[in-house]
């Protein structure tokens, strides 16, 4: 790998130092090569580099995108496990509630007068 990156390497010094010596021929001979292939190879170029631009711009555009869309995942996933998390709650009540021997539980009234006295008194039934 790193001999073939020295070769490509090798062949794109050659080819610039290349363009420099037809440029130096060209304006010492006043003459131009091939020039309806140059305009058009001109052409392209700022077209790419206009589209390399406008894909900056896009590009620039991408990381805001992506941390609102984590954002709502995250929110979404949150919002999933609290739904899981309420539903098992509710699961776990009916099975303490299935497996308790008080199931269906409702409270009696207590046979101590002493109790009743005293919650019928904190309930505002008797006054003094």
């Known amino acids: 790998m790193m001999t073939f990156s ?10 610039i130092g290349g363009l420099f010596v037809l440029k130096h021929w060209e ?5 131009t090569l091939a020039p309806a292939v140059r305009h058009n190879a001109d052409h392209q170029a700022l077209e ?16 805001p995108f992506l ?4 954002r709502y995942l995250v929110h979404e996933g949150a919002l999933g496990v609290a739904a899981f998390a309420q539903m098992s709650e509710r699961q776990a009540h009916r099975l303490a509630d299935l497996v ?3 199931h269906g539980f409702v409270p009696r009234e207590t046979r101590s007068e002493f109790l009743r ?5 904190k309930n505002g039934g ?3």
């Open 27 to 31: 304006v010492g001979t006043g003459r």
């Open 67 to 70: 941390v609102l869309y984590a």
């Open 126 to 128: 008797i006054e003094r």
């Open 48 to 63: 790419l580099k206009n589209r390399l631009l406008h894909l900056r711009y896009d590009l620039a555009r991408v990381p």
């Open 6 to 15: 020295i070769v490509i390497f090798g062949i794109s010094l050659v080819a």
């Open 100 to 102: 308790s021997h008080k």
């Open 117 to 121: 006295q005293v919650s019928e008194h």
